[in-house]
């Protein structure tokens, strides 16, 4: 679970965001120029007000346990251009300009390997 920061998320942002029970929130990423869902990441508060502080998007890693910025190894930066809350307070939408892959795979976007489901149809 994220260790309490110093920063702080503005009251009324923080008191909008209903968290899981590790504390967060899904972040839809979105290429902004063209409306593509680029990727899924984590937030806590701390991330929320690194990435509206910042203008790069920042995530908590479940699995790491840490902090990260998109693009601080790979290059390929996330530039905020837009953060909206959904109407439960439970997801993100982060618009961002994309540059180079989003996808650890190498991909553009998380979507682009191939995964599509059928739907089922009553």
């Known amino acids: 679970m994220p260790e309490e920061s110093p920063a702080t998320l503005a009251p ?3 008191a909008r ?7 967060l929130v899904a972040a839809v990423i979105q290429e902004e120029s063209t409306g ?5 990441g984590w937030m806590d508060d701390e ?17 790491r346990g ?6 601080d190894t790979s ?7 837009g953060v909206e809350l959904d109407c439960d307070g439970d997801a993100l939408l982060v618009q ?9 795979t190498g991909t553009h976007s ?7 489901l059928s739907a089922v149809r009553a």
């Open 75 to 81: 290059g390929n930066v996330q530039e905020v251009r």
């Open 36 to 40: 593509r869902v680029l990727m899924v």
């Open 12 to 14: 009324e942002v923080a």
């Open 96 to 104: 961002v300009r994309q540059h180079g892959a989003a996808c650890h």
């Open 47 to 63: 991330a929320l007000h690194r990435t509206l502080t910042s203008g790069r998007v920042t995530f908590w890693s479940r699995s």
């Open 17 to 23: 965001l209903k968290r899981d029970d590790q504390g």
């Open 110 to 116: 998380c979507f682009d390997a191939g995964g599509a």
């Open 66 to 71: 840490e902090y990260w910025r998109k693009g």
